[in-house]
């Protein structure tokens, strides 16, 4: 006999059970010490589509407690091989986290992956797992940027400041755009290294101009 099929396993995310991560072949935890100045996260962090878990790692290595969510098998059996702390689940479905248990969260090219009422889910869960005061950084591609809308497995794209939107609407009392930056249009033919980088931080505080933003992110405190 069939087994009926329940609402939550309809509406469950099936094309990420499984991921193929060969794009990232090469990269390490190094790769997420950027962000993890950027983002200053106060323990515990939750992080969202933890992938193969580079930045629960990079925070171990500083030393940050964090616990990762993820729902491909490779991903999970990538972080958990390194002792990194990880469960495997489906954030398109409500987190299996109590309520105010962590300090800050980061969602690092995750909601572009769902479509816009799932988005809209996480966002209003991960704040109820936020303890008073903490944080989400949310990053996505800018809808503006040609590579992010070709990719077919970007099906939810958002500005900046639409990004802030969503994130007010989902009952985050205060929302930051300051975590942007223009996108390095001087690059490859001038390469300016991390002055390009400060100068894209600048530029973007001067002229928080969406199309020319080089993706959407927000901090967005509960």
Known sequence: MTPRLTE??????????????????????????????????????????????????????????AIGIELSREGVQAAAGRRLSIVRGDITQPLPFRDAAFGSALAHHVLEHVPLEKERLILKEVRRT????????????NIHHPQARDDPDHINLFTPHQLAVEARAAGYTRVELGTNFWRHFWEPKIHLGQVGAVLAGMLWKLAPIDRLAGSASVLAWK
């Open 8 to 65: 939550s396993m309809v509406s469950a995310d099936l094309r990420h059970r499984t991921y193929d991560y060969g794009r990232y072949e090469g990269r390490d935890w190094r790769y997420f010490e950027p962000l993890l100045a950027r983002m200053h996260p106060a323990p515990l962090v939750l992080d969202l589509g933890a992938g193969l878990g580079l930045f629960l790692e990079c925070c171990q290595q500083h030393e940050v407690q």
């Open 130 to 141: 936020l303890r008073p005061g903490g944080f989400l950084f949310a990053v996505s591609p």
